[in-house]
């Protein structure tokens, strides 16, 4: 080979170079805002155009692809390529997680129905799956629909064993997480969510699967481009759809804060909430912030109709200002005219005028049960009163234990759901089931979310023959925390006493993942690749 | 024969008698010498008491044996040999050698010679000796110093035996008197023994000097008038006067039926004895004359014993007792006549040692003290135990040290480990018995009865409820004195026991009286302290409780967890049937953390633990399944995933008690930043009444005018309210009194009682206010206890206290009245205020205003730390509403242009602002106990888990018994005393104030 010949081929090889590199870092560039746009399908095309000889690419693009698909070992592998061959790391990572999600899903299982694929930690948490799985087919069914459509992968759910490592597969920081109480995540077209046992006494962690969907199916539709304000008041609003509650009912503490800013004129600024609900200052400020996102969409939609959200979808994805958009789909001239009919709209909603706290999030057993109290939180004397109120009832002085509870108890603050749970716990202890009752019913109008009251009120209706009743309100208790033995033995005698033999015999296994800390066959561990 | 031979034979015969002569002095000197030792001991015997028969024995032997050596020594070895002129001429020539034995020849050679026809060198021979005796003198042959020596041992022994005589009770005359057959030295068998039909002499006027021992320390006593009964220890001299009713010539004393002794007869009736106590009986006077011997009466002579020393032990140890902590022994000895020292004796196994407490110089008759040393000093390893017993020697001389011994106390020394153990124990079974104590007095009614017998029944089974805390505080010897705990039990205690105090004299049967409805006040007033004693004794226990719990929990799941690792790591080695063992033993640590977890309040967190405990253990199930089917490298990556899991729950328990601590750190510093800001609004707040005072003084006369009604307004609410309170406290138990002229005394006192508050804060208005409030009961008051008098009654008899009650209560009045004529003046002169002055005021309400926002800020930062604060109570909250209230007061008075009454407020706030900061001091001074006392539970943590380690590391002191120093233990008193001012003048931080008291009582106890 002629020496003219060598040099040929290398100027060749350089011209090739120089015009395949910026296809090269257009083709990453497009992956990039596919993933932006929660479109995941569209990266894997992307990615299939990066050459496989261009290894830094092809690296960078497996980053990004098994990040995003849930192949946290697999990004990790990539991650070491590109680190290995010179890539600066900080550039690469840029806040993901890569590593730390790697580390936190470790020795997790997933099990995939269909579109959908949850992945958990062996053990108890095997009790959610089946439900997990319900909640992504019934939520890709109902939003997919009433949005105009849903993304085309498997759509995968993470539940986290602990808020640790929840933390850890999400980049939020710890203090972020533990102030707002963020226990769930859509990102990285994944859902990330937080077992409900890593909560004391569990939370609504199905309609939070929901909700993280929502927020898939809006980025997805609106290729990202929907503000927080309305991702938030749309997941809000329409998280308790998937289970076909379309009532837009908002629960006594939502409409205690809202009544409280109707009255005041003080609501949080979208501006504050622009980045993340992630970053608001505290638990209540999220909470009235979600209220009235949330009761902006609903007050929309009783203008539009469900079909009034493809719309939304479409527009804004279109790159319309979402407040006009919202303004305009309601009838207004302009978001500050819609604002106003909103908060006239508001005054006149039946409002509970009661103030009521948000439960504190309390994870990984980092609290007692007063921390998980929003008024015992805040009241270490109060808290006093009530712990002197539980060694008195543990040791059966259940009349004096009403004592302390009525003295931890503050006129001026709003109800603590555990001591209504405690206090009906001590009159049905003296046999005066009617006051017992009367006060779970108080507490469960007021605390929904509180299961302890949920359980008491079905074990005593239960005990009362009052089965539906009991049922409902054991079905509460189990959606919040499937991981009490006692409720689903209740809801299996209840249901085989009704004759639903399905659901006896579902939470007759359940009992039994429970028994046997959830050791069943057929898992296998999720593989790397 | 030559006349110099005569002459030498001359010479000679005057050395033969001048040795004999020496010889014979010395044989007298030493007679004499014997004849006075001989005297000199018999008298030593009989004045020591002792038998006269022995003394006798000793005389006649002493001195005849003294007699026959000294005659012996001298005379009998040598009388014969100086005899011979032979010898002496020997003698002589050893003296002059020069002589050449020829002294020798020609005295012994003489006749030899002359016969031999050999005169002439006879004659040389003597002629050259007697030259020669002439340079000799016959002192230098037999000097006369031996007979010197012996005559001055003898005048010696001479002149000893006249100071015996003056010394010794029976000298030396006596003695020969006693062999002589005088009265004095006559013998036991000599002196009748004297009947019941004897005739007696009448002695009286007897006065007894008691010389006591030297080692018993006590200043000798008289006792005049004495029945001649002699009462003392055995070793003590007795001086005897006494006065016979008719003349004698001679007396003598007799103890029991011993040796006379000598008696002194002074004006022929005057008696003078001295007898030493040896033995019991009696002791009489013999007196005499005319050859007739009468007894006195027979007084009994009491031999006071010496008895051991009496030790007791003032508190019972707790039987186990940490091993840097001094043993809570406390301990009291008393003796006749003094302790010499005390000991503590320990005994382990077979073998008993001695540890030295006290061996005071002064050998007090009484010494206490607390035991002091910590079970290390006895010599205890942590986990040992001893038998501990005080001993105490006293100083008794003449019979010999006696012991005397305490009770046996068995004691156990704990280590860091099983101090923490035992103390959380103590707290849980503490806490656990209080609980129904609390449930009792919530439930019941107050009051719980209604008639006396009820309520008498209700205080007795009220004692009952406090039984099981009782026993349980006696039965573990007490919490550490000074701790938290025990403060808190002692408030417990104290308040039950002021609560059925009041219930049993209020309702007593026996002295019924009407319950009034202020007796019904106090009552609930007591019964809601007993109940607030109490919950924060079962909260604050319960919080140690859980605190030791989750600590032993954190311990144990860091044990867990680097058991998993450990195993996890070594699992690629281990053959399937070790791994299932291995899997065994950290069940077992599994099932000891689940154990320790139920402890925990039964809440979220408990189930948390608890669900990730039931997590490992199905791993652990998987794994042992994998292992049984064979999946050897599948169960190794399930270990590998069980390590990580228990990591992740110790690290979850850890980063849950740093976040407590590091909540608690928040907190102290906000208190303390809270502390600070009150200490700042209060010295605002005084300066700015300061200077309101300086500005008043500037403008004049009118301020003192002012100041001068305000004080006569304060001595004369001062006196109402003094006068009120007595006139309720005259009617005493309200027996025979109506019901209402009581109830309106009662109102009238509490009437009273508020108006000083109002003056003090020199609000005229709050004072005209309440003045003029308390007008109408004074009246009403005073009318009712007049008819008292009147109205008519069952046994026309008035009521005890009725003069009292209608004196005060009439002068209450009267003061109300003065006190509406001042009030009168001072708002004349208000409104007659200068000017100037009120516009001064007014420029200040502004400032005031500032300080009054300040206070509001602070008071809901005092009320959050308060909250927050486990020991919190609320004080602190309320003093600051009251300042708060003051400065709106002071701030209105001000903007009136009061000055007078806005500087009365101004104090009144700065007042409350300090009481606020003194609160909340306190508090945290108890959570800092607290702290403690939860450090010294977790004990099990902070030590190295070795039950008998070296507890120098732990070797805090407890501050709360400090190492006192004993007086012995200083060079001398004064060094001591001033170790002890220095010590009492020394700064010590305000939470060991109590300590530092107890420190030196204890002191001064010593």
Same mark, same amino acid.
């Not at chain 2, 011993?258 to 002194?264: F, H, Q, R, V």
């Given at each position: 080979m002629s020496r003219a010949f060598r040099r040929l081929q290398w100027v060749a090889l350089g011209a090739a170079l120089l015009c395949s590199g910026p296809a090269q870092a257009d083709a990453l560039l497009e992956m990039e805002v596919c993933l932006d746009h929660f479109d995941l399908e569209c990266a894997r095309q992307v990615r299939d155009r990066v050459p496989s000889w261009d290894t830094i690419a092809a690296d960078r693009a497996e980053l990004w692809m098994a990040f995003h698909e849930g192949r946290y070992t697999d990004a990790v592998v990539a991650l070491e390529r590109l680190e290995q061959a010179g890539v600066r790391v900080e550039e690469l990572e840029r806040g993901v997680p890569y590593r730390p999600t790697a580390e936190s899903a470790r020795g997790m299982v997933e099990v995939t129905r269909g579109e959908v694929a949850v992945r958990y930690s062996p053990g108890l948490d095997r009790i959610l799956v089946d439900e997990a799985l319900d909640v992504l087919e019934a939520s890709r069914t109902v939003y997919d629909d009433v949005f105009g459509a849903g993304p085309p992968q498997v759509i995968v759910l993470d539940i986290f064993p602990t808020a640790t490592r929840f933390i850890g597969a999400s980049g939020i920081p710890p203090e972020s997480v533990r102030t707002t109480g963020v226990i769930a995540l859509s990102k990285w077209t994944r859902l990330l969510l937080t077992s409900p046992r890593a909560l004391g006494r569990g939370y609504g962690w199905k309609d939070t699967v929901a909700h993280e969907y929502i927020h898939l199916v809006v980025a997805y539709n609106t290729r990202n481009r929907a503000p927080v304000w309305l991702q938030e008041g749309l997941a809000k609003h329409l998280e308790t759809w998937w289970r076909g509650d379309r009532s837009g009912h908002l629960d006594a503490h939502t409409q205690g804060l809202l009544a409280e800013a109707v009255r005041t004129g003080k609501f949080v600024p979208f501006k504050k909430f622009a980045r993340s609900m992630a970053y608001l200052d505290s638990g209540e400020e999220a909470a009235l912030a979600f209220a009235q996102v949330s009761t902006m969409i609903q007050f929309m939609l009783e203008t539009t109709g469900p079909t009034g959200l493809a719309t939304l979808m479409t527009r804004v994805g279109?790159?319309?200002?979402? &407040?006009?958009?919202? @303004?305009? !789909?309601?009838?207004?001239? %302009?978001? +500050?005219?819609?604002?106003?009919?909103?908060?006239?709209? /508001?005054?006149?909603?039946?409002?509970? &005028?009661?103030?009521? @706290?948000? !439960?504190?999030?309390?994870? %990984?057993? +980092?609290?007692?049960?007063?921390?998980?109290?929003?008024? /015992?939180?805040?009241?270490?004397?109060?808290?006093?009163?009530?712990?002197?109120?539980?060694l008195l009832r543990q040791r059966g002085h259940h009349e004096a234990a009403l004592i302390e509870y009525a003295k931890a108890a503050d006129p001026e603050q709003p109800p603590s759901p555990l001591l209504i749970a405690r206090r009906a716990v001590c009159h049905e202890a003296l046999d005066r089931p009617e006051e017992a009752l009367r006060l779970l019913k108080l507490g469960v109008e007021l605390y929904p979310e509180f299961t302890p009251i949920q359980k008491s009120l079905g074990r005593l209706l239960a005990e009362r023959g009052q089965v539906r009743a009991a049922l409902a309100s054991l079905r509460v208790a189990h959606d919040l925390n499937p991981y009490d033995p006692e409720v689903q033995r209740l809801l299996t005698e209840l249901y085989t006493s009704v004759g639903d033999e399905p659901a006896a015999r579902r939470h007759r296994r359940y009992g039994q993942i429970l028994a046997t800390g959830g050791v069943e066959d057929g898992e296998s561990v999720v593989e790397p690749g | 024969m030559p006349p110099a031979l005569s002459t030498i034979r001359e010479f000679l015969d005057g050395l033969v008698r001048r040795e004999r002569t020496l010889l014979a002095a010395q044989a007298g000197a030493q007679l004499l010498g014997a004849g006075c030792l001989a005297l000199i001991v018999a008298s030593a015997w009989l004045s020591m008491g002792w038998r006269p028969a022995e003394a006798a024995w000793i005389l006649g032997g002493l001195g005849a044996g003294g007699a026959v050596l000294a005659l012996v020594f001298p005379l009998a070895m040598r009388w014969q040999a100086s005899g011979q002129t032979l010898q002496q001429a020997r003698r002589v020539e050893a003296h002059a050698p020069e002589l050449e034995h020829r002294l020798v020849t020609v005295v012994g050679r003489a006749d030899l010679l002359a016969v031999e026809g050999r005169a002439v060198l006879l004659e040389r021979a003597a002629a050259r000796v007697q030259t020669k005796l002439g340079e000799i003198a016959a002192v230098d042959i037999h000097p006369s110093t031996t007979s010197l020596r012996a005559w001055a041992m003898a005048v010696a022994l001479l002149l000893i035996t006249g100071l015996a005589q003056l010394v010794f009770p029976q000298g030396p005359l006596q003695a020969v008197a006693v062999l002589g057959g005088q009265p004095a030295g006559e013998t036991v068998g000599d002196v009748p023994p004297p009947t019941e039909a004897a005739e007696r002499a009448v002695v009286g006027d007897i006065v007894l000097r008691y010389v006591f021992p030297a080692y018993t320390g006590i200043d000798p006593v008289e006792i005049p008038n004495s029945d001649g009964t002699i009462h003392a220890p055995a070793g003590?001299?007795?001086?005897?006067?006494?006065?016979?009713?008719?003349?004698?010539?001679?007396?003598?004393?007799?103890?029991?039926?011993?040796?006379?002794?000598?008696?002194?007869?002074?004006?022929?009736?005057?008696?003078?004895?001295?007898?030493?106590?040896?033995?019991?009986?009696?002791?009489?006077?013999?007196?005499?004359?005319?050859?007739?011997?009468?007894?006195?009466?027979?007084?009994?002579?009491?031999?006071?014993?010496?008895?051991?020393?009496?030790?007791?032990?003032?508190?019972?140890?707790?039987?186990?007792?940490?091993?840097d902590r001094p043993v809570p022994l406390g301990w009291n000895v008393r003796d006749d006549f003094g302790i010499e020292r005390v000991v503590v004796e320990v005994t382990q196994g077979d073998q008993t040692r001695e540890v030295e407490l006290r061996a005071p110089p002064n050998t007090p008759r009484e010494l206490r003290g607390a035991l002091r040393l910590t079970p290390r000093e006895l010599g205890l390893q942590p986990g040992e135990s001893a038998k501990l017993k005080v001993v105490a020697y006293d100083n008794d001389l003449a019979g010999g040290n006696k012991r005397g011994e305490s009770a046996e106390v068995e004691i156990t020394s704990l280590g860091p480990r099983g101090r923490g153990r035992r103390l959380a124990q103590q707290t849980e079974a503490l806490r656990d018995a209080m609980i129904p104590v609390l449930a009792a007095y919530l439930v019941e009614a107050v009051p719980p009865a209604e008639t006396v017998s009820r309520m008498r029944a209700w205080a007795g089974e009220a004692r009952l409820r406090y039984e099981p805390v009782r026993d349980l505080v006696e039965a573990g010897g007490g919490l550490q004195e000074g701790a938290l705990q025990d403060d808190l039990l002692k408030d417990v205690l104290e308040s039950g026991a002021r609560l059925i105090r009041f219930a049993i004299t209020t309702w007593d049967p026996a002295a019924p009286r009407r319950i009034t409805a202020g007796d019904l006040q106090r009552f609930a007033d007591l019964h809601g302290e007993a109940i607030v004693s109490l919950e924060k004794a079962i909260y604050i226990f319960d919080s140690l409780m859980v605190s030791a719990v989750m600590a032993d929990i954190a311990r144990a799941s860091e044990g867990l967890a680097s058991e998993a690792q450990e195993l996890a790591s070594r699992a690629p080695d281990m053959e399937a049937a070790e791994l299932l063992a291995r899997l065994d033993k950290l069940a077992r640590t599994m099932a000891e953390l689940a154990q320790k977890t139920s402890k925990l309040n039964d809440g979220s967190l408990q189930e948390y633990l608890n669900g990730r405990l039931d997590d490992t253990k199905n791993l652990m199930d998987q794994i042992r399944k994998a292992v049984s089917e064979g999946r050897m490298d599948d169960a190794r990556e399930m270990l590998a995933q069980l390590a990580e899991q228990v990591q992740q729950m110790a690290e979850g328990i850890n980063d849950r008690m740093a976040a407590g601590q590091s909540g608690e750190d928040q907190l102290g510093e906000a208190a303390q930043q809270a502390m600070d800001e009150l200490k700042q609004l209060e010295q605002d707040q005084r300066a700015l009444a300061d200077e309101l005072e300086q500005k008043r003084q500037e403008m004049g006369q009118e301020f003192s005018e002012q100041l001068e009604l305000w004080n006569q307004l304060d001595a004369l609410a001062k006196e109402g309210a003094e006068r009120g309170r007595l006139a309720v406290e005259a009617t005493g138990d309200g027996r025979g009194w109506r019901a209402e002229s009581v109830r309106r005394l009662e109102i009238l006192n509490e009437r009273t009682g508020g108006i000083e508050d109002a003056v003090r804060a020199r609000d005229l208005d709050r004072t005209g206010e309440r003045v003029r409030e308390a007008v109408r009961p004074a009246e009403s008051a005073r009318r009712t206890v007049l008819m008292e008098r009147t109205r008519s009654r069952m046994d026309d008899r008035l009521p005890d206290g009725l003069d009292a009650a209608e004196g005060h209560a009439g002068r209450v009045r009267e003061v109300l009245g003065e006190m509406l004529a001042v009030l009168d003046q001072l708002e004349d002169r208000q409104q007659r205020d200068d000017p100037r002055m009120q516009q001064a005021a007014q420029d200040m309400a502004a400032q005031q205003q500032e300080l009054q926002e300040r206070q509001q800020q602070l008071q809901k930062d005092v009320q959050s730390v308060e909250r927050a604060l486990p020991t919190g109570d609320g004080q602190a909250t309320e003093a600051m509403q009251r300042a708060g209230e003051a400065m709106e007061r002071a701030g209105g008075s001000l903007e009136g242009g009061e000055a007078m009454a806005g500087e009365g407020h101004q104090r009144e706030a700065a007042e409350r602002i300090s009481e606020a900061r003194q609160r909340l001091e306190q508090q945290m001074q108890q959570m800092q106990q607290m702290q403690q006392a939860r450090g010294e539970m977790q004990g099990e943590q902070q030590g190295d888990g070795n039950e008998g380690e070296d507890g120098d590391a732990q070797a805090d002191r407890d501050p709360g018994s400090i190492d006192i120093p004993a007086p012995e233990d200083f060079q001398t008193p004064e060094e001591y005393r001033r170790a002890l001012l220095e010590g009492m003048s020394g700064d010590v931080p305000e939470e060991y104030r109590a300590m530092k008291q107890q420190y030196f009582e204890e002191l001064v106890r010593q």
């Open positions: 279109d790159g319309e200002d979402a &407040q006009g958009t919202v @303004a305009d !789909l309601a009838g207004y001239d %302009d978001f +500050e005219t819609f604002r106003m009919a909103w908060r006239a709209w /508001l005054r006149g909603l039946p409002l509970v &005028q009661e103030q009521l @706290a948000s !439960l504190p999030v309390v994870l %990984d057993g +980092e609290g007692d049960d007063y921390e998980g109290d929003p008024l /015992l939180a805040e009241r270490p004397d109060l808290a006093r009163f009530a712990r002197l109120g539980d | 003590t001299t007795v001086q005897i006067r006494a006065r016979t009713a008719t003349p004698f010539e001679s007396a003598a004393l007799q103890v029991n039926d011993g040796t006379l002794l000598s008696a002194d007869l002074l004006s022929d009736r005057d008696l003078y004895a001295e007898l030493v106590i040896r033995e019991p009986g009696v002791w009489r006077f013999w007196l005499m004359a005319s050859e007739e011997r009468i007894p006195s009466k027979d007084f009994n002579l009491v031999v006071e014993e010496d008895g051991a020393p009496v030790v007791t032990l003032e508190s019972g140890a707790s039987p186990a007792v940490p091993y």
